[in-house]
């Protein structure tokens, strides 16, 4: 579980050409959609904003979002126009201002006018999509990983095994099979000691030891004893926690908010949290609360005011009450 939340609203092809969003990233104003096979996004109300009409898309970031069309990358703005045409053999979304774009079996990144910064030469260190975070970007080269800013430089070399893009001053690294921190010079800030271990959110980190899941401050000190089956990262100060198969939430002190009771759940994101209760899926306010009753086939957070839920195999959304904004359909 070395990066936890949802990583995109609807699933892409295995080959696909677009890199999904960055888990865990906020939104745009827009939520994509498909619709007869083609992607198109609406408004928080629902209403069709961009026509489906693309092959593969993921949403929007930074006012663009990446989209395939003819077996191409591309970028569109809010209003569905090409400000960036399809050109790349893949792509993923912008973040601090720059996009990764793949050009044959390499990558590298191109600004918001699709001017190349960065050279192709790098490759991903993980699934996540490369991404900048904090001006540091973490690559693979040579079979390691290592961080390049804004030019392209390689500011902390490629030494690692794994990393994850940085996040609250802290990136994950990893070294001969165990997990540690690094802040922005490289430096090891919290020494790779951990069977595994999650990127920091909200000032914790979910660690795992000898078989058991807790929590760290970002001084590396044990905030909550290992004592979870699993465990995933904070989010709007609760997180996810699962006990003898079933799941529940805590606070940064470790307390129990929401009992484990669920047969699964995922993160809470504007104060409401989707859960499975006898094979269906609802949503649940902070208290435990059910809010939106148990009815999907499958649901995932909110992202800001709408959340994304299947019904059969078409996906739809609903508001914060439940209502079906856009009706599922494939």
């Not at 000898?210 to 989010?235: E, H, L």
């Not at 435990?288 to 649901?299: L, N, S």
Request: a positive charge; hydrophobic letters at 40%.
């Amino acid at each position: 579980m070395r990066w936890t939340a949802f990583a995109a609203l609807i699933s892409l092809a295995a080959c696909s050409r677009i890199e999904p969003a960055r888990p865990g990233e906020q939104r745009g104003g827009l939520f994509l959609i498909r619709q007869n096979g083609r992607y198109g996004f609406v408004n928080s109300r629902g209403q069709v904003r961009i026509p489906p009409q693309f092959e593969q898309a993921a949403p929007f970031t930074d006012g663009l979002a990446v989209v395939a069309s003819s077996g191409r990358a591309g970028y569109i703005d809010s209003t569905g126009k090409y400000v960036i045409n399809p050109q790349f053999d893949g792509a993923a979304p912008f973040s601090d201002g720059l996009a990764a774009v793949r050009t044959g079996g390499a990558w590298g990144f191109i600004d918001k006018r699709g001017a190349v910064v960065i050279p192709a030469r790098f490759q991903p260190p993980t699934a996540a999509p490369l991404s900048f975070s904090d001006g540091l970007a973490a690559v693979g080269e040579g079979g390691h990983v290592g961080f390049i800013d804004r030019t392209g430089k390689m500011v902390i070399p490629a030494q690692f095994d794994f990393a994850l893009p940085f996040s609250d001053e802290r990136a994950l690294i990893g070294m001969s099979g165990r997990y540690g921190y690094i802040d922005k010079t490289g430096k090891v800030v919290i020494n790779p000691q951990f069977e595994d271990a999650s990127s920091f959110f909200e000032d914790r980190a979910a660690v795992r030891v000898n078989g058991k899941w807790g929590y760290i401050d970002r001084a590396g000190k044990m905030a909550v004893n290992p004592q979870f089956d699993t465990a995933r990262v904070f989010s709007d100060g609760l997180a996810l926690v699962t006990v003898a198969g079933r799941t529940g939430f805590i606070d940064k002190d470790g307390k129990i908010v929401v009992n484990p009771q669920f047969e699964e759940a995922n993160d809470f994101r504007d104060g409401r949290a989707p859960v499975r209760v006898g094979g269906r899926w609802g949503y649940i306010d902070r208290t435990g609360k059910m809010v939106i009753p148990p009815q999907f086939d499958d649901a995932r957070p909110f992202s800001p005011d709408l959340a994304p839920v299947q019904v059969g195999s078409a996906w739809g959304y609903v508001d914060r009450d439940g209502k079906m904004i856009w009706s599922p359909r494939v």
